[in-house]
């Protein structure tokens, strides 16, 4: 069984920055790839960025793109999105997830590719 969870989200101003981190239990951590999601109140849940098992492939939303920068430390177990120049439309809950297939080459960014996710931190970027 796997086990994500997130942790550091809060409040920010606009322009601020935050780091969430997602610690991943089981076995096989570096085998598969990583993915950060949002939703926000109203919302359908959105990509946000991912990274490959290989850390050779990432992937990001436009919206994201320059502000936002994955990572991870296979030794930890854990992804991390450094999240940079806060917007007020960034406000969500994020949301971690494991790529349903391992050794997949290429970051893939459709919510129907994953199928372990954490139970979400919540960002608020206040204006």
């Known amino acids: 069984q796997v086990q994500l969870v997130e942790s550091g989200g809060g409040l920010v101003q606009a322009g601020g920055s935050l780091r969430l981190s997602c610690a991943a239990s089981?076995?096989?951590?570096?085998?598969?790839?990583m993915g950060w999601f949002r939703q926000a109140p109203g919302k359908e849940r959105e990509f946000v960025a991912a990274m490959s098992y290989s850390l050779l492939s990432t992937n990001y939303a436009d919206s994201v793109k320059g502000r936002f920068t994955i990572s991870r430390d296979n030794a930890k177990n854990t992804v991390y999105l450094q999240m940079n120049s806060l917007k007020p439309e960034d406000t969500a809950v994020y949301f971690c997830?494991?790529?349903?297939?391992?050794?997949?080459?290429?970051?893939?960014?459709?919510?129907?590719?994953?199928?372990?996710w954490g139970q979400g931190t919540q960002v608020t970027v206040s204006s």
């Open positions: 997830a494991r790529d349903k297939s391992p050794n997949t080459w290429y970051a893939r960014d459709r919510t129907s590719d994953y199928d372990y």
């Open positions: 089981g076995r096989s951590f570096a085998r598969y790839g």
